[in-house]
């Protein structure tokens, strides 16, 4: 029971990390390699405030949340002047940075040896410190996540970004602040990306810099594309299936170093299928329009 309860704490962080992701790469069109810095900074900030300052978890959580969201603001800025690759190239070394950053400032961070003694997470004095409560706490956190995404979608802003994911000129002759748009959805993603963050620090009570690399990037955003962009409950899915995935293999006996690379090897097939789909997908409407 304890090992079934670790794997949905983990699915439900992941599930935070991948759709908050969705709100960048599936609506606004802007496919970012920095969401495991957001998420290294959201667990950064409870270690080291939770350890050293000794504030409560709640207190943590909104700072890692404010902190996320303005280094944020200040890469959206740079990086919604240009497009394509040329942002997920600029997304990408915002993350080496903020690696880079957690590696090597040795007197604040730790350096390569991390944070540990944090302790776990509590609010009014309930401590959330077995899986059965932690477990509960994740949901909440995961169903407030899923709630604020899928309201703001319905909002006018959400609609904005629904018009710039589908063409990003005509939306700008309608006259919509397309790069404002851009900018605000980045943020909101870096700012819920830290929760993620704050709720694996406080769950594990040690982190490194092993945890938030350019893999664990690559590995969140495998999770978006093969859930679907824009689908909140298909990226839970995705979730699930690659949290699980390296599990069933350990169940039939494999070995836990080959059962890693095989998830790779099969996230990879999953996506190369899901592009392929969508290709055809997309090939097949044009074609019929035209």
Not at 67 to 80: C, E, N, R
Not at 103 to 125: D, E, K, R, Y
Request: proline share 3%; with cysteine.
């Amino acid at each position: 029971m304890e090992y079934l309860l670790h794997l949905a704490i983990l699915i439900c962080i992941y599930t935070i990390l991948s759709q908050s992701l969705s709100l960048v790469a599936g609506y606004s069109g802007q496919m970012s390699l920095a969401h495991a810095g957001f998420y290294g900074i959201g667990a950064y900030i409870a270690a080291l405030l939770s350890v050293n300052l000794s504030l409560p978890p709640v207190h943590n959580l909104f700072a890692a949340m404010i902190l996320s969201g303005a280094i944020a603001y200040v890469v959206a800025k740079v990086a919604v002047r240009t497009i394509d690759d040329y942002f997920i190239i600029i997304t990408l070394g915002i993350q080496v940075v903020i690696y880079s950053i957690m590696n090597n400032w040795q007197t604040v961070t730790n350096g390569p040896l991390g944070i540990a003694g944090i302790p776990s997470f509590s609010v009014f004095g309930f401590e959330f410190d077995d899986k059965v409560s932690f477990l509960l706490l994740a949901v909440l956190l995961t169903v407030f996540v899923w709630f604020v995404l899928s309201n703001l979608m319905k909002s006018p802003f959400g609609r904005i970004l629904r018009a710039l994911s589908e063409d990003e000129v005509y939306t700008k002759s309608l006259g919509k602040d397309v790069a404002q748009a851009k900018v605000v959805s980045f943020v909101i993603s870096g700012m819920l990306a830290s929760i993620a963050g704050v709720l694996y620090a406080h769950y594990i009570s040690y982190i490194d810099p092993s945890s938030f690399t350019i893999e664990e990037s690559i590995f969140i955003l495998s999770i978006v594309i093969i859930g679907g962009m824009r689908n909140l409950l298909h990226i839970f899915y995705a979730a699930a299936f690659l949290v699980l995935l390296p599990e069933v293999f350990r169940f039939v006996g494999m070995p836990s170093s080959v059962a890693a690379n095989m998830r790779q090897i099969f996230y990879g097939v999953a996506l190369i299928l899901v592009i392929y789909r969508s290709g055809a997908m997309k090939l097949k409407k044009e074609s019929s329009i035209g």
